[in-house]
């Protein structure tokens, strides 16, 4: 099951990353009359302005992605590197860093991606605000993860042969939270997919006319009635990214739980 989830989700991220290729007609020329109905040619219809919708859905998913990839690896990684050190040593800075951790995950996370992207660009507000509510969830959990390895049998052994904290936490602990860390990564992916989509939404995504998925969904709205594939299209591609994603992400943390 883990590698049926895999390949789908691979398969996603693929489209995503590099449909442009499979089409031969630019998104951004006019193809259509506005909100063309699908015909042949022209499978999905246009949108309001007569563009091929396949065209921009095939090519809409790339930016989003690659912003929302980026997010996603540094959230998990702070918030792997920081759940290591916290749950290894359980002092005072630890429960202080965990207590901070806490504190992030009480306040909204699109109020703090509201609040970052009156300052920066876009897709730096949505890598802002998957840290800040991404980290904190990865930091807690890997933590107590440590905490537990922490009086393993093989983390015992180490330490009495000699070895450094540090070195067993990279060459024993680490290793044995691969599970867990693979499946917190797909969850802050669809942490930053979602986030991204919700400020492509509100206007904060690619300025016009550039192809997007959130920003087709804005943008084709009113046009519900006359093409409803245009506003289905982009919603169906965000809602496989992110359910094969978190599919994916399931499996391992099913697999994590029963070893």
Do not use: C
Request: charged residues 15%; proline residues 6%; aromatic residues 2%.
């Amino acid at each position: 099951m883990k590698l049926i989830f895999g390949l789908v989700a691979g398969a996603a991220l693929l489209m995503a990353l590099g449909g442009e290729m499979l089409t031969a007609r630019d998104p951004i020329e006019l193809a259509a009359v506005p909100w063309a109905e699908p015909a042949p040619g022209l499978p999905l219809g246009a949108d309001g302005l007569g563009r091929d919708v396949l065209a921009r859905v095939l090519a809409g998913g790339r930016d989003l992605t690659l912003t929302a990839l980026a997010a996603a690896l540094i959230a998990s990684a702070l918030g792997v590197a920081g759940g290591l050190w916290a749950g290894w040593g359980r002092g005072r800075a630890g429960r202080a860093v965990t207590g901070a951790a806490d504190l992030l995950l009480a306040l909204p996370l699109l109020l703090l991606a509201l609040l970052a992207v009156t300052a920066l660009p876009g897709p730096a507000a949505v890598i802002v605000g998957t840290v800040l509510g991404g980290t904190p969830l990865t930091l807690r959990v890997v933590a107590d993860a440590t905490a537990g390895a922490r009086r393993a049998g093989y983390v015992e052994a180490a330490l009495s042969r000699g070895e450094r904290g540090r070195a067993v936490l990279l060459r024993e602990v680490l290793p044995a939270h691969a599970g867990l860390v693979g499946a917190d990564l797909g969850q802050r992916l669809v942490l930053a997919v979602q986030l991204a989509a919700a400020l492509g939404v509100l206007g904060f995504g690619p300025a016009p006319p550039a192809p997007d998925w959130a920003a087709m969904l804005r943008e084709n709205l009113q046009g519900l009635g006359l093409n409803p594939t245009a506003t289905i299209a982009p919603a169906l591609a965000l809602a496989a990214l992110t359910g094969s994603v978190a599919a994916l992400s399931h499996a391992l943390a099913t697999r994590e739980a029963a070893s």
